[in-house]
């Protein structure tokens, strides 16, 4: 249908062409796969830190002091190996049920204490936190966002949605990231982007020197617990899709992390 493309559609794709050629071009960390990002860092690290700040009023925090004690270090070791620009690292346990964990822009990490008995040892929670640490590396948060603006925005709105304070990019910002009316209910990751957040974040994990061995029992034991449930997925399963090519990309992957594992306890 490009031939026959409507006025503002053609505003719309002139507007885009002009912003991709200024701020859309972008390599994902480790993978090196091309990416759209329209937002810069530091605006996408301000809606990650209002979207945490609304789960943090709205969903009770938990006072569990070992599990809290054992977030925080495991949280730091990970966050030390990753460069990620305006990143104020923080690492909150929640009080629910869901076996869920979530990663905000500009370092917002949010781990559920439901998922706590299948992460069950410090290098499956390493697991968990490096896979949404990667998330937020990978800017996929902005990715979709992105996509969104480029889908949704007509014309001469799109530059107005770029603006930090404009309630278009606010809307899309709390669809992406999930501060809606029910917290904790995201977007789903695309499959690509899960399968490059499994894949760094062994990386990660490895890096930071937690066995990698360890993402494939903490990967198993939760596809039983899926299977187990019967109710349906729990969240951390709508919006982190899980399917068999998760484990065999891990595996594919597990020797050159359990060389970087080495490489870090010497
Ligand atoms: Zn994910």
Redesign the pocket.
């Known amino acids: 249908m490009l031939a026959v493309a409507s006025p503002r559609w053609h505003r719309l794709l002139v507007v885009s062409f002009a912003l991709l050629t200024v701020a859309g071009c972008a390599t994902a960390p480790e993978t090196g796969r091309r990416q759209v990002l329209l937002i810069d860092s530091a605006q996408e690290a301000q809606l990650g830190l209002q979207s945490f700040q609304k789960i943090k009023r709205d969903t009770p925090v938990s006072r569990d002091r070992q599990a809290n004690a054992q977030l925080q270090s495991v949280g730091r070791r990970i966050a030390s190996v990753v460069n990620i620009p305006h990143a104020d690292w923080e690492f909150v346990l929640f009080e629910s049920d869901e076996p869920n964990a979530f990663a905000l822009p500009g370092g917002k990490i949010g781990v559920n204490t439901g998922i706590l008995p299948i992460t069950q040892t410090e290098a499956g929670l390493a697991t968990v936190i490096a896979?949404?640490i990667a998330?937020v590396s990978a800017r996929h948060g902005a990715e979709r966002m992105s996509q969104d603006l480029l889908v949704q925005v007509g014309g001469t709105a799109l530059t107005a949605a770029l603006g930090s304070q404009s309630s278009v990019t606010r809307d899309l910002a709390m669809q992406a990231y999930g501060v809606g009316t029910e917290v904790g209910v995201m977007l789903p990751?695309s499959r690509t982007q899960?399968l490059e957040?499994d894949r760094v974040g062994l990386l990660y994990m490895a890096r930071a020197g937690f066995d990698p061995n360890e993402a494939v029992g903490f990967w198993e034991r939760f596809q039983a617990e899926n299977r187990g449930s019967g109710t349906g997925a729990p969240a951390f399963l709508s919006?982190?899709p899980l399917d068999d090519a998760r484990i065999a990309q891990i595996q594919r992957f597990l020797a050159q992390a359990i060389a970087e594992y080495q490489a870090a306890r010497r």
């Open positions: 896979h949404e998330h990751y899960e957040a919006t982190h």
